[in-house]
């Protein structure tokens, strides 16, 4: 083989072992290990820059002892090595004993059994953009000027491809830190934002909520979520992981009725290439995914019968097999489900397998329509006016009573999240600060006209008839409590109309309700009411 198709084969050789994608100190010593058996080098090292102490330290070497490696430190300037990264010129130095600046500074070249051979030295500088980063450099038997010309072609072809390698590598590395330090500014921020105190809620079920969260939020225990769509299912299962001990591992969300059982199954618990048509590489699923972490199960109650069969040995073994694999792969996966379906009814009709319910129904959280707990609706009103003001850059506040009254009757079919729809929509249509019925969409318009005529012509007697039934079968897990809890949403409404009524003045609606000023003040302190 001639010596040009010897450099070709080197240099393809040198070309894979820098795309392995291994740990650079490893690449660069496998690279200089290749160098050395080809060029008969008796030592290589690449020198490259501390820039914390401005000192070139030996990253790889061939030849060297780990003691002489450790020797092998150089300011920038000092000796041959110094000067190459100083200078960014190459040094070729026929024989190192006849050289002043060649310091030796390892001391290999003294310890060498050969001490008396003349040793010839090459050592080219490394470069990262326009910075020059480290050296290169080789020993090899004494040669003469032309065969070291050649080499060093060679040499600094193979310097330019190291070159490359690290500035690569540093990009990477800056990619990775600016990765890391997004990402844990993104997790500062969930946790804060998910923190118990900012969920919006005071009715009595929602205390039961929060106090129920607070409880089972530091445990491992699978989570049931109960409630019916758009009541804040997924905002509660966040915030269960994020004031637990995974809160820094990964939550993965899937809809178990937005695919296919098909789908479903590979995108759960992935597959391997080939385990079906259009599988044409490996896929890690989605409790793989969140392996230390949360899933979150949402509309659990769509799963067909095989779905659930597989679900139930997840959560029994801790462990699945992909699609189209046999292998058992052991997951740590904390398991929150969440369904608007009644499971139990689903259970006594055989939709829903009994040993699954009862192994999601480890804690239960039942999350009220936002129809029984209209307490929060003021509240959530401020909070969604605040942050769709801030995103549409709009001043809408100034709400009349009409609208609040509306918005308060409303029954909300679609629970927080219609209420949400509806205060966005408000906020974009807006054109000034004042918040008009005109701009709630059209269902809760027309609910509010309908409503008006209804109540025009129903007695005080027939609402009071209705009243009592509402707040019975609202209030009928709270036995005991329910005659408190009726007079206390009575009254409490009494007092806000009377105020709203009265523009807010606290004489006249004292006089207006004819109670005592000092009894209307502390009601409107213990019912939180604002003017």
Not at 67 to 95: F, H, K, N
Not at 176 to 192: F, I, P, V
Not at 277 to 304: M, Q, S, Y
Request: glycine share 6%.
């Amino acid at each position: 083989m001639s010596s040009n198709d010897q450099e070709l084969v080197t240099l393809t050789e040198i070309t894979q072992i820098l795309s392995d994608g291994l740990e650079l100190k490893q690449v660069f010593q496998r690279a200089i290990a290749l160098l050395s058996d080809r060029l008969h080098i008796h030592r290589a090292s690449l020198v490259l820059l501390d820039n914390s102490t401005n000192q070139l330290n030996i990253f790889a070497s061939v030849g060297l002892t780990a003691e002489e490696q450790r020797r092998g430190q150089y300011a920038v300037g000092e000796g041959v090595t110094g000067q190459v990264l100083a200078s960014g010129q190459i040094a070729i130095i026929q024989d190192i004993s006849k050289h002043p600046d060649f310091l030796d500074r390892t001391g290999s070249r003294t310890n060498s059994t050969n001490s008396d051979e003349i040793i010839s030295f090459i050592c080219l500088p490394i470069k990262d953009g326009n910075d020059y980063v480290g050296t290169m450099s080789i020993d090899i038997p004494y040669q003469t000027e032309k065969i070291l010309e050649q080499t060093t072609q060679l040499l600094n072809v193979i310097a330019g491809m190291f070159s490359q390698t690290i500035r690569i590598h540093h990009l990477v590395q800056l990619e990775k830190e600016q990765w890391a330090t997004e990402n844990k500014q993104l997790r500062d921020s969930l946790h804060s934002k998910y923190r118990f105190g900012n969920i919006i809620g005071s009715s009595p079920a929602m205390l039961d909520v929060l106090a129920t969260i607070g409880q089972v939020s530091s445990s491992r225990a699978t989570v049931l979520l109960l409630g019916e769509t758009g009541c804040g299912k997924e905002l509660i299962a966040k915030a269960i992981h994020y004031n637990s001990p995974r809160k820094d591992e990964p939550l993965i969300r899937v809809n178990c009725g937005a695919l296919s059982p098909q789908l479903l199954e590979s995108e759960l618990y992935g597959h391997i290439k080939g385990a079906f048509t259009g599988a044409v590489r490996d896929k890690i699923g989605r409790f793989e995914a969140a392996n230390g972490g949360t899933i979150f199960l949402d509309e659990i109650g769509t799963l067909d019968a095989q779905m659930q069969v597989k679900l139930l040995r997840v959560l029994q073994e801790r462990e699945l097999e992909k699609v189209g694999d046999h292998k058992t792969i052991k997951i740590d996966v904390r398991v929150i489900a969440a369904t608007n379906l009644d499971l139990e009814e689903e259970v006594r009709k055989g939709n829903f397998r009994e040993d699954l319910y009862y192994r999601l129904n480890v804690v239960t959280v039942s999350l009220p329509p936002l129809r029984n707990r209209r307490d929060d609706i003021p509240k959530l009103i401020d909070h969604f006016l605040d942050t769709y003001n801030k995103e549409n850059n709009r001043n809408l506040s100034r709400m009349n009573r009409d609208v609040l009254n509306t918005l308060l009757r409303y029954p909300w079919p679609g629970n927080v999240r219609e209420l949400e729809n509806a205060i966005e929509r408000a906020t974009v249509l807006s054109s000034s600060d004042e918040f008009t019925l005109e701009l709630l969409p059209l269902q809760i318009r027309m609910y509010a006209q309908q409503t008006r005529g209804e109540s025009s012509n129903e007695s005080v007697e027939a609402l009071a008839s209705k009243l009592a039934e509402l707040g019975i079968k609202q209030y009928s897990i709270y036995e005991g409590q329910i005659y408190d809890l009726v007079v206390h949403e009575v009254e409490k409404q009494l007092i806000r109309e009377a105020l709203g009524y009265n523009d807010g003045t606290k004489t006249r609606t004292a006089d207006f309700l004819g109670i005592n000023r000092n009894t209307l003040n502390k009601k409107v302190k213990d019912f939180n009411i604002t003017n």
